[in-house]
C-alpha cells in the first residue's frame, strides 16, 4: 500500500508564477490536509478537504492561495502569483474516511519544497 | 482553540544518555496528543498517540511519552538515545470532535545526539 505521494518534491518559481503542488493520498482516505512549514518553524494547518468539499480553510491566506480535491485525480494546492515569502515545504496528509476508528490518524507525504526566486 | 509550546528549541545530549522532549499544550476542550519526528529533507514520521485510557504511552523506537492533565504536559522520553536519533520534533494536538482534526503543531525540537 504505497504511501501518501506528492510531486514535486522540489518547485522553483520566480515572483509572479504561479506554484502548484499535487497529492495523492494513501489508498481508501478520503480525507486530505495541508501544511505549510515556513524555514525553522513547526507545521502550520492551511486547509482540510473531503472529496470535492473545502471542510476547513481557516488557515489559508485569504488572496493567492486555493485547494481542491476533485472526485477524481490528486488534491492540488495552487498558490497564484508566488512571493518570496511564499518559499517553505508544503506538507499533505491523508486519513481514512470518519467512523474507521476512535481517531482518524494523518499520515503525511514526504513534502514539496517551494523556492521563490 | 489549541496551542503547543515545546520549551527547547534545541537539545544536545550524548549518545546512550536519557533525554526528555518538554511539550505543554492550550485547549478548552478534550485533546488528542502526538509525537511526531522529522528526519532532514523528509515528512513526518508519527513517533506515538495518546487518545485515552493509559497516561503512560510507549512508540517506536524506544520512546515513550506521559500524558499529565493537571500539568498539560506531555514530554516525550527515551532512556538511551543513539546517533540515528538525530531529527526534529514535533508535539502536536488535536481536538476531540468529529469533523475536522486538524493537528496544532509545537515550534519542533532539534535533538542532536553527540558521539
Known amino acids: 500500500n504505497a504511501g501518501v505521494m506528492q510531486n514535486p518534491r522540489h518547485l522553483v518559481r520566480r515572483r509572479g508564477q504561479e506554484a502548484r503542488l499535487r497529492c495523492s493520498p494513501m489508498?481508501?482516505?478520503?480525507?486530505v490536509y495541508w501544511y505549510r512549514q515556513l524555514p525553522e518553524e513547526g507545521l502550520k494547518f492551511m486547509v482540510y478537504l473531503q472529496k470535492e468539499n473545502i471542510i476547513d480553510e481557516s488557515g489559508m491566506p485569504k488572496e493567492r492561495f486555493s485547494a481542491e480535491f476533485p472526485k477524481e485525480g490528486p488534491s492540488i494546492l495552487r498558490i497564484q502569483q508566488v512571493v518570496r515569502g511564499d518559499s517553505a515545504a508544503y506538507f499533505c496528509?491523508?486519513?481514512?474516511?470518519?467512523?474507521?476508528?476512535?481517531?482518524?490518524?494523518?499520515?503525511f507525504g514526504p513534502g514539496t519544497r517551494l523556492t521563490v526566486l | 482553540a489549541q496551542s503547543v509550546t515545546q520549551l527547547d528549541s534545541q537539545v544536545p545530549v550524548f549518545e546512550e544518555a536519557p533525554v526528555e522532549l518538554r511539550c505543554n499544550y492550550s485547549s478548552s476542550v478534550s485533546v488528542y496528543l502526538f509525537w511526531y519526528v522529522q528526519y532532514p529533507n523528509q515528512g513526518l514520521q508519527l513517533l506515538l498517540k495518546?487518545?485515552?485510557?493509559?497516561?503512560l504511552v510507549k512508540g517506536i523506537n524506544g520512546f515513550e511519552a506521559e500524558f499529565n492533565k493537571s500539568q498539560t504536559s506531555f514530554h516525550l522520553r527515551k532512556p538511551s538515545v543513539h546517533i540515528s536519533d538525530t531529527a526534529e520534533y514535533f508535539c502536536?494536538?488535536?481536538?476531540?470532535?468529529?469533523?475536522?482534526?486538524?493537528?496544532?503543531f509545537g515550534q519542533g525540537t532539534r535533538l542532536t545526539i553527540n558521539p
Open positions: 495518546y487518545l485515552s485510557g493509559s497516561t
Open positions: 496528509a491523508s486519513s481514512p474516511p470518519l467512523g474507521t476508528s476512535v481517531y482518524n490518524e494523518q499520515f
Open positions: 502536536a494536538v488535536s481536538a476531540q470532535f468529529q469533523g475536522a482534526q486538524k493537528l496544532v
Open positions: 489508498k481508501g482516505h478520503s480525507h
